[in-house]
């Protein structure tokens, strides 16, 4: 996706926009249009400078409206903070499927890789392990999911839509769709080159094992080895699991339990913030132990809705859009701003101290995951900042009449209201 540019996205669909953009042109100002020299459709004078004859997508521009018309307060160039597990490949076997973006498909995404998992009912996501810490959350029916640590204490547990779990990087561990559904979730990796699909897999490493060397290291004859995989099944059909409590009490070890559960019930607990505008619920390493370098933010803005200009100081921010249509500008040094659309399997990313808002822009709930590559979720909000700096400062720096100012809400919110 790397290779498709935002002017080649804007390339589609535009003719039929021009009509109205038109009408407006001679309605160009300074304010809401503040770039020098003039920048955006409201400065064109000339219709023909909004037609554009050649090739289009219209199918795929339809989705971005903002890279075809963007608003006039945009200015400058960014590296592209739009990129979609629509548009991703799936690698499909007999028990569920995957897709990812990493780095490779995503330049700027260099934290964090994603991928978009499905098991069908029994289907196995064979037993492996990473060199990354892997993080989850759970969007379609449930998952049993099992880890041993570094201790050798062992965990089981199943996870249902809006729970999340988290592996450190090494720990073995394995996952399982339960009936009726099966699960779809998606990972992210705290390192945007990891893949899904170069993962340390138990069917590789004892294929590349000499046979006695199993048989010295099981205690088992080397003939009990005569049957295993020859290549590695990756993702495979098994059967629907039995009762959780049964699986619980067949891994239980004389070492104990960990100490942190590795699952976390995110969309269940009470929100850390609420508002008429929608709500976040926060899961970091304050509440969810074991999550050392991940933490996220599930945020819901309703119709209209503003999930206000903030930034993040310790870390970027990787999204993922589950419900909903969303607009996204992006503020940088330069200046730079630019403004992008999301829709559900759409993923964002917004570099650390960079501000920004996302705007629900559809008529139901806007649902997205900010997941960040750190051990605690931190944000700093514009309202709260100007509202807490001297009111003479803020109104000499942005010709306000201090009676706007005192209108600033004293407290930081997270999501507005339309």
Same mark, same amino acid.
């Given at each position: 996706?790397?290779?498709?540019?935002?002017?080649?996205?804007?390339?589609?669909?535009?003719?039929?926009?021009?009509?109205?953009?038109?009408?407006?042109?001679?309605?160009?100002?300074?304010?809401?249009?503040?770039?020098?020299?003039?920048?955006?459709?409201?400065?064109?004078?000339?219709?023909?400078?909004?037609?554009?004859?050649?090739?289009?997508?219209?199918?795929?521009?339809?989705?971005?409206?903002?890279?075809?018309?963007?608003?006039?307060?945009?200015?400058?160039?960014?590296?592209?903070?739009?990129?979609?597990?629509?548009?991703?490949?799936?690698?499909?076997?007999?028990?569920?499927?995957?897709?990812?973006?990493?780095?490779?498909?995503?330049?700027?995404?260099?934290?964090?890789?994603?991928?978009?998992?499905?098991?069908?009912?029994?289907?196995?996501?064979?037993?492996?392990?990473?060199?990354?810490?892997?993080?989850?959350?759970?969007?379609?029916?449930?998952?049993?999911?099992?880890?041993?640590?570094?201790?050798?204490?062992?965990?089981?547990?199943?996870?249902?839509?809006?729970?999340?779990?988290?592996?450190?990087?090494?720990?073995?561990?394995?996952?399982?769709?339960?009936?009726?559904?099966?699960?779809?979730?998606?990972?992210?990796?705290?390192?945007?080159?990891?893949?899904?699909?170069?993962?340390?897999?138990?069917?590789?490493?004892?294929?590349?094992?000499?046979?006695?060397?199993?048989?010295?290291?099981?205690?088992?004859?080397?003939?009990?080895?005569?049957?295993?995989?020859?290549?590695?099944?990756?993702?495979?059909?098994?059967?629907?699991?039995?009762?959780?409590?049964?699986?619980?009490?067949?891994?239980?070890?004389?070492?104990?339990?960990?100490?942190?559960?590795?699952?976390?019930?995110?969309?269940?607990?009470?929100?850390?913030?609420?508002? #008429? +505008?929608?709500?976040?619920?926060?899961?970091? *390493?304050?509440?969810?132990? %074991?999550?050392? /370098?991940?933490?996220?933010? $599930? @945020?819901?803005?309703?119709?209209?809705?503003?999930?206000?200009?903030?930034?993040?100081?310790?870390?970027?921010?990787?999204?993922?859009?589950?419900?909903?249509?969303?607009?996204?500008?992006?503020?940088?040094?330069?200046?730079?701003?630019?403004?992008?659309?999301?829709? #559900? +399997?759409?993923?964002?990313?917004?570099?650390? *101290?960079?501000?920004?808002? %996302?705007?629900? /822009?559809?008529?139901?709930? $806007? @649902?997205?995951?900010?997941?960040?590559?750190?051990?605690?979720?931190?944000?700093?909000?514009?309202?709260?900042?100007?509202?807490?700096?001297?009111?003479?400062?803020?109104?000499?720096?942005?010709?306000?009449?201090?009676?706007?100012?005192?209108?600033?809400?004293?407290? #930081?919110?997270?999501?507005?209201?339309?």
């Amino acid at each position: 996706m790397t290779k498709l540019s935002r002017r080649g996205i804007l390339a589609a669909g535009a003719a039929g926009s021009v009509a109205t953009i038109a009408a407006s042109a001679q309605a160009a100002a300074t304010f809401g249009n503040p770039d020098m020299p003039p920048q955006g459709a409201p400065n064109a004078a000339n219709p023909q400078s909004l037609t554009d004859p050649g090739p289009q997508n219209p199918e795929l521009a339809k989705n971005l409206p903002s890279f075809l018309n963007p608003p006039p307060t945009d200015v400058g160039d960014m590296p592209m903070f739009w990129n979609s597990f629509n548009i991703a490949a799936k690698r499909i076997q007999n028990g569920g499927w995957a897709r990812q973006v990493t780095q490779s498909d995503f330049q700027i995404s260099t934290t964090i890789s994603g991928v978009n998992m499905r098991l069908a009912p029994g289907g196995i996501r064979e037993m492996h392990w990473h060199q990354q810490a892997e993080w989850a959350v759970m969007t379609v029916g449930a998952c049993r999911v099992t880890v041993l640590d570094e201790k050798g204490r062992a965990a089981v547990q199943d996870v249902k839509a809006g729970d999340l779990w988290y592996f450190p990087a090494g720990l073995p561990h394995s996952l399982q769709g339960l009936g009726p559904d099966g699960a779809e979730f998606v990972l992210a990796f705290d390192n945007g080159m990891s893949s899904e699909y170069n993962t340390l897999l138990v069917t590789d490493w004892l294929a590349h094992t000499p046979p006695e060397v199993l048989a010295k290291n099981f205690g088992v004859p080397v003939d009990a080895f005569k049957n295993i995989p020859l290549q590695d099944r990756w993702i495979f059909q098994g059967e629907v699991p039995g009762p959780l409590a049964a699986d619980q009490a067949a891994v239980k070890a004389g070492s104990g339990e960990p100490p942190f559960p590795f699952t976390f019930a995110l969309s269940d607990m009470k929100p850390n913030q609420i508002s #008429a +505008g929608g709500q976040v619920q926060i899961a970091d *390493s304050t509440n969810f132990k %074991v999550s050392t /370098t991940v933490a996220a933010a $599930l @945020v819901t803005v309703k119709p209209g809705g503003l999930r206000a200009l903030h930034w993040h100081p310790n870390a970027d921010e990787w999204q993922y859009y589950i419900k909903g249509e969303a607009r996204m500008t992006v503020f940088n040094t330069g200046p730079a701003a630019q403004t992008a659309d999301f829709r #559900a +399997g759409d993923v964002g990313y917004v570099r650390k *101290s960079l501000g920004h808002y %996302v705007e629900n /822009t559809g008529q139901t709930d $806007l @649902v997205f995951m900010e997941v960040f590559k750190a051990d605690r979720y931190e944000e700093v909000s514009l309202a709260d900042w100007l509202s807490h700096t001297p009111p003479a400062m803020v109104a000499a720096t942005l010709n306000l009449d201090p009676a706007v100012i005192a209108q600033f809400p004293k407290t #930081a919110v997270a999501v507005m209201p339309a």
